[in-house]
């Protein structure tokens, strides 16, 4: 893995999985999990690591990082949900998401409110 995530990125990264997790179900927990655990917490992990790469643009890198993970495992996650996004239903859904992603306010600790 590369160097160490900007706490910048690790809080989208933290947002995203979050949105995910409600979005499809599944725990966070499950889906921060150094394992595969189950299909679908795996799945929700390549459309957090997806969405974070896409909604934020991050570098494959830098969302490897901050998922704690290898840059050839987001690099496949992103061609495997991008290869689904055929699928109108699931293409919409997406679309959804990254509205959302990209239209809401990330605070860091430093950040006010006023």
């Not at 495992?73 to 992103?78: K, L, M, Q, V």
């Not at 689904?84 to 239209?103: N, S, T």
């Amino acid at each position: 893995m590369g160097m160490a995530a900007s706490s910048r990125d690790l809080e989208k990264a933290g947002f995203v999985q979050h949105v995910v997790a409600l979005r499809f179900g599944t725990s966070l927990q499950d889906i921060q999990a150094a394992t595969r655990r189950t299909a679908s917490a795996a799945f929700a992990r390549q459309v957090a690591m997806y969405l974070t790469h896409v909604a934020y643009e991050l570098s494959l890198s830098r969302v490897a990082d901050a998922f704690g993970r290898d840059r050839t495992t987001i690099s496949h996650a992103c061609h495997l949900i991008e290869d689904m996004r055929d699928d109108y239903g699931f293409d919409h859904q997406l679309e959804i998401l990254e509205g959302f992603l990209r239209g809401a306010p990330i605070f860091s600790e430093t950040s006010q409110v006023q």
